[in-house]
């Protein structure tokens, strides 16, 4: 039995929510990168990690998402290495690990970055994260099917598990990634790049995750990755916040446990509350 | 004397060879250039946006599609230059202070090249006083502001208001768009207009430099 369908022998697991608003509440400046607090405010960063594990996340990630340097500057492969310590000082042996990977910002097919710069720049970050003793990879909110490619194979490389989600945001029914791409066309495509598990995250809101949830399933064997937004951000005044409440979010949680999915959190505008509110709607359930 | 409407076909496929292929054969015939942007280019680059907003196509359509347009701009523009002839307006545009992200900004600046505007694109992260830089020694009409993220949309607010303390405000517009942006904001914070789309974003550019 492979790690990861080990970790799934109890069922779904409750994994975190959003990081940077949490970073945000606790002074993280608009339009800083929220990576570099590894290194300047790790106390801070462990708090929101610990949060998510006083809630009841099994799976926590690590506040790594834009540090590799296609994304970045600074010392990378010390922000991945602290991103990785401080989050598993909180989870102690209560949580997993799963650090984050997020997308290069560039677009291959537009030749704003080559393969061969994108493929260093996460082969560069999985590494660090691997050393710094991560329990899986997690490359995410992606939406070109091509550097999701490079990434899982960048992330293979240190023999950890890999799981790869995408933010399907576009097209009529909000059921394609900016890039076109369908969970069937993704599905089959990280098949193909050896993923082990493929999911969803971001996105446009709760309500719309089931029927994505359930056409990645459908077209693959492999464990399925839910991390829905807190719907989309609203303006009051020129103040922004999320409109979704917990319980409106954790109403969903039979919804996408049925449709298949075997992790389970919530992405931006998300907090503690959300994952608290999951953690009952299991108990619930059972 | 070439089949122009080849050149239509090959923006709208995203064919960058035969868009300059027929571009060069058209100027050699003795086409005017302004009627090759006018004529096909602008109109081929609004069916793209057309197939963009209808969800037949996504962003690598529209990608290869405006990589056609500009394969033809780039021949055209020097003998548009050469005879004085005037864009149909000339856009600023960047990514806000702050904010790395330029996928939705370089798509918008491309859809208004296609659409006949001089686009003068000053790349991401950047801070209001280059928008001012650039607006001021370009003569630029519009001021087209992109953001991603919802923590760097409030840079849109402060570009605003720096050209509003410049005294420039009434001698540009400013538009803005992004993924977290909407029309309510755009209004909350003194914008001319808000694109929901790069195909929207070439519209609104147009009604704005119209007024």
């Known amino acids: 039995m492979s790690r990861l369908h080990e970790w799934l022998s109890g069922g779904l697991l409750i994994t975190d929510g959003a990081w940077g ?53 600074g010392d990378l492969e010390a922000i991945n290495r602290a991103g990785v310590e401080i989050s598993k000082r909180a989870a102690g042996a209560r949580a997993l690990v799963f650090a984050s990977i ?11 970055i080559g393969s061969d710069r994108a493929t260093a720049a996460f082969a560069a970050q999985a590494a660090a994260l691997a050393a710094a003793g991560a329990d899986a ?33 576009s097209g009529k029914n909000k059921d394609r990634t900016m890039m076109g791409a369908t969970p069937e066309a993704v599905a089959a495509a990280m098949v193909d790049a050896g993923a082990d598990a493929v999911g969803a995250n971001c996105g446009v809101g709760v309500e719309r995750a089931a029927p994505i949830c359930r056409r990645l399933r459908a077209a693959c064997n492999l464990p399925v990755w839910i ?3 807190a719907g989309l951000p609203k303006m009051e005044g020129t103040a922004i916040r999320y409109d979704t409440s917990a319980e409106f979010f954790a109403s969903h949680y039979t919804a996408l446990r049925e449709a298949g999915a075997s992790f389970l959190g919530g992405c931006c505008g998300s907090t503690p509350d959300f994952i608290r509110a999951l953690v009952r709607a299991r108990c619930a359930s059972s | ?124 992260n950047v801070t209001p006083e280059r928008f001012i830089d650039a607006v001021t020694t370009r ?19 402060t570009t605003i208001d720096a050209f509003q303390a410049a005294g420039l405000r009434e001698k540009v517009k400013i538009m803005v768009g992004g993924a977290p942006v909407t029309q309510q904001y755009a209004d909350a914070i003194g914008a001319d207009g808000f694109g929901e789309s790069a195909a929207a974003a070439v519209a609104l550019a147009r009604r704005l430099v119209a007024v």
């Open chain 1, 227 to 229: 991390k829905p937004n």
């Open chain 1, 137 to 169: 990879l997690l490359v995410e909110t992606m939406s070109d099917v091509e550097e999701a490619r490079l990434a899982v194979a960048a992330a293979k490389t240190t023999g950890l598990p890999v799981i790869v989600s995408f933010a399907f945001d």
């Open chain 2, 1 to 124: 004397m070439p089949d122009l409407d080849k050149l239509h076909e090959a923006v709208v496929e995203g064919d960058s060879k035969t868009a300059a292929a027929v571009t060069h054969a058209a100027i050699a015939a003795g086409v005017e250039p302004l009627a090759i942007v006018t004529g096909y280019l602008v109109p081929a680059m609004d069916e793209v946006g057309r197939r963009f907003e209808c969800e037949e196509y996504f962003v690598p359509e529209m990608l290869l599609s405006a990589r056609a347009m500009k394969a033809s701009m780039e021949i055209v523009r020097p003998l548009l230059a050469a005879a004085g002839t005037e864009p149909v307006g000339r856009v600023v545009i960047g990514t806000v202070q702050g904010d790395l992200h330029d996928i939705g900004k370089n798509l918008v600046a491309s859809m208004l090249e296609g659409g006949g505007f001089e686009v003068i694109d000053l790349g991401a």
């Open chain 1, 102 to 112: 997020g997308p290069t910002g560039k677009m291959l097919m537009a030749g704003e």
């Open chain 2, 139 to 157: 003569n630029a009409h519009v001021v087209a502001l992109s953001a991603l993220l919802t923590v760097t949309m409030t840079s849109m607010k």
């Open chain 1, 21 to 73: 608003t949490e970073l945000q509440a606790r002074g993280l400046a608009p339009g800083a990168a929220p990576d570099t607090w590894n290194l300047t405010h790790p106390e801070r960063v462990e708090a929101v990690a610990h949060a998510y594990v006083e809630a009841g996340s099994q799976v926590i990630l690590t506040n790594t998402f834009r540090a590799n340097a296609a994304a970045m500057e």
